[in-house]
């Protein structure tokens, strides 16, 4: 079935960096690519970022494109997101998700495909002043 | 705002049919990229529910279906349970967004 347990979520200022981790189990972690998913307090789901099984393609939602890098040790069974020049607007309870860019062929048509299988509980980050 | 629209809630009594709809456009849904559905117990972390526009993963109970037509899709769950009290939320692709989510819709069981 597996698990993903995630840290590192802290209270800190605008401006400062933080690092969040994702330990995986119970599932082969390098046939699978992987996300963050973030939700602010009393707000809907938001995808943050993704990446492939080895972590050599990573996407990017444009709210944090430039300010936060994914990355994954499958050695170690870990994913991270560093996330720099935090702001207000950053603040949410951020999950790890099984699940990364695939690709879903009909006939001669090929679309990209995104869904999540696995989720972790989440760790709060909370940006603020 | 999201770019897929659900309605905020909807509301149903045990063993009643009920829908949730997700509403996109020509750039996401209409464009035929496949649409997912979560279910979110309060205080859980999100599960999925449907994949693939209608496909369940192993446990969901039959109970819950999904289907697309044109720039929407729908989260059909018959024989309401007070225990699928919970937000869902749809997501798909976008011609210019990786991933998106609708907004999430909140079941309420009376």
């Known amino acids: 079935e597996g698990q993903l347990v995630e840290s590192g979520g802290a209270v800190v200022r605008p401006g400062v960096s933080l690092r969040l981790s994702c330990a995986a189990s119970?599932?082969?972690?390098?046939?699978?690519?992987m996300s963050w998913v973030r939700q602010a307090p009393g707000k809907g789901l938001e995808w943050v970022s993704g990446?492939?099984?080895?972590?050599?393609?990573?996407y990017y939602a444009d709210s944090v494109k430039g300010r936060f890098t994914i990355s994954r040790d499958n050695g170690k069974k870990f994913l991270y997101l560093q996330m720099d020049s935090l702001r207000v607007d950053d603040t949410a309870v951020y999950h790890c998700?099984?699940?990364?860019?695939?690709?879903?062929?009909?006939?001669?048509?090929?679309?990209?495909?995104?869904?999540?299988?696995?989720w972790g509980r989440g760790t709060l980050v909370t940006v603020s002043s | 705002q999201s770019v897929l629209t659900q309605s905020p809630s909807v509301s149903g009594v045990p063993g009643q049919r009920v829908t949730i709809s997700c509403t996109g456009s020509n750039s996401n849904i209409g464009a035929g990229y496949h649409v997912h559905w979560y279910q979110q117990l309060p205080g859980a972390a999100p599960k999925l529910l449907i994949y693939?526009?209608?496909h369940r993963p192993s446990g969901v109970p039959d109970r819950f279906s999904g289907s697309t037509s044109g720039t929407s899709a729908s989260l059909a769950i018959t024989g309401l349970q007070v225990e699928d009290e919970a937000d869902y939320y749809c997501?798909?692709?976008?011609?210019?967004?990786?991933?998106?989510f609708g907004g999430g819709t909140k079941l309420t069981v009376l």
């Open positions: 997501q798909s692709h976008d011609d210019s967004r990786e991933v998106i």
């Open positions: 693939g526009n209608f």
């Open positions: 119970g599932f082969t972690f390098d046939d699978h690519g």
């Open positions: 998700a099984r699940g990364g860019r695939t690709t879903y062929c009909s006939g001669r048509t090929c679309l990209p495909y995104w869904y999540f299988d696995l």
């Open positions: 990446l492939n099984w080895n972590g050599d393609t990573t």
